[in-house]
């Protein structure tokens, strides 16, 4: 059983940056592919980016390719999405998600675990 708990979010202008990070329970955490997916209003989850088990290969949606990046620290069992260069359509709560089996992964089913969420909202 993992629990993942995201923080970070807010308020931020056009232009800005800010900083998810995504804290989880458990042992095991570095055997988990890690993702943050977005949700806007009346839209579906869309993923944003994924990071390898251990510390590896990132991936990244084309849409936030260049101004997000994902990372995470095993020490800390967190992983983080630091988002620059924010922009309106940004807008949305921001989800964390494990997956025990596929890393990289675009498909919200294939993650074993969520978080509650962060709201982002970027003014323009």
């Known amino acids: 059983q993992v629990q993942l708990v995201e923080s970070g979010g807010g308020l931020v202008q056009s232009g800005g940056s800010l900083r998810l990070s995504c804290a989880a329970s458990g042992r095991t955490f570095s055997s988990y592919a890690m993702g943050w997916f977005r949700q806007a209003p009346g839209k579906e989850r869309d993923f944003v980016a994924a990071i390898k088990w251990g510390v590896g290969s990132t991936y990244v949606a084309d849409a936030v390719k260049g101004r997000f990046t994902i990372s995470r620290d095993n020490a800390k069992n967190t992983v983080y999405l630091q988002m620059n260069n924010l922009k309106p359509e940004d807008t949305a709560v921001y989800y964390c998600?494990?997956?025990?089996?596929?890393?990289?992964?675009?498909?919200?089913?294939?993650?074993?675990?969520w978080g509650q969420g962060t709201r982002v909202t970027v003014s323009s």
């Open positions: 998600a494990a997956s025990s089996t596929a890393w990289g992964s675009r498909r919200v089913g294939d993650y074993d675990y």
